[in-house]
């Protein structure tokens, strides 16, 4: 029988290319959408991706359980992928109870749902390794206490362990997938690896003079969304539910990460980056830096993608991008 999945998100990142991923798999795919005036626009990287004809979109809400309730009983998945989110950092300050709302109490309605109509899916929450913020230990695991520093960490701490908590109180298959920073060509420009990116493609193409960043010595662990996305697949295919941190082990600074993409596009770095004190967070997380290794052993998951590879391949398609508006949205899956 084909398996049935649903997923919330799925016209982000990492949505969009869990769908490519489980529609390879043989999987029907489908999507819980919030509305939106902006049609034709925020399935763009469906679009992108060349999946937006083979999956089926539904208007849903995690705010509204109500609205989860009426999906779940119609789709009846197999799998519940959640990976809706209000996930940009620096707006969860701006808009903390937003944040809360979508980001936090969103998991519970989401479980909830499931619980009382269709309890045997699977379930999976995409945990974030910004939960770890003030890191307790140098390299981050599943047994690493949490020490969140923003709005979107504690909101994202909340639902990974009702996730767990629904685990353990009602023998629910959920799992959490705690994701080291993972970027694609289809990254939002508000996050800085994208900005970096797009800033660099706008030099090259001499659209622009300078990149303005803030913290350029923060590390993060880097890797690709592509990748990622095959992790949650693995954790709903394990006959017991757990939680596991996905990351390559590698950490690298924004700086690093600046003087790739400027040597992939031939420009001198330290003639247009600009630091600008006014885009330092308030509470600023240093160093992230993931242990993957229950992934490897239990799921046989590790990265593909190394960090200069990804970084070329976001600074290529921004080019493309820029260079051609009309086809800013290709309708080809290459990237």
Known sequence: MTKRALITGITGQDGAYLAQH??????????????????????????????????????????DMASLARLIDQVKPDEFYNLAAQSFVATSWQQPILTTQVTALGVTHALEALRLIKPDTRFYQASSSEMYGLIQQDMQSEKTPFYPRSPYAVAKL??????????????????????????????????????????????????????RLGNIDAKRDWGHARDYVKAMWM????????????ATGRTTTVRDMCRIACEHAGIDMDQHIVIDPELF??????VLLGDAGKARDRLGWEAETSLEDMICEMVDADLRRLQDPIAYIPRSPAL
Not at 281 to 286: F, G, L, N, T
Request: glycine share 10%.
């Open 235 to 246: 954790m709903l295919q394990q006959d017991q539910a757990d939680d596991y941190v996905v």
């Open 158 to 211: 909340y639902g990974h362990w009702i996730t767990v908590n629904y685990r353990e109180s009602f023998g629910m298959h959920a799992s959490s997938g705690i994701l080291f920073n993972h970027e694609s060509p289809l990254r939002g420009r508000e996050f800085v690896t994208r900005k970096v990116t797009d800033g660099v493609a706008r030099i090259k193409l001499g659209l622009t003079n300078e990149l």
């Open 281 to 286: 967070r308030p509470a600023e997380v240093d």
């Open 22 to 63: 489980l529609l390879a798999q043989g999987y029907e795919v489908h999507g819980a959408v919030r509305r939106s005036s902006h049609g034709g626009v925020a399935d763009h990287r469906l679009v992108w991706l060349g999946v937006l004809d083979d999956v089926v979109l539904h208007d849903a809400n995690l705010v």
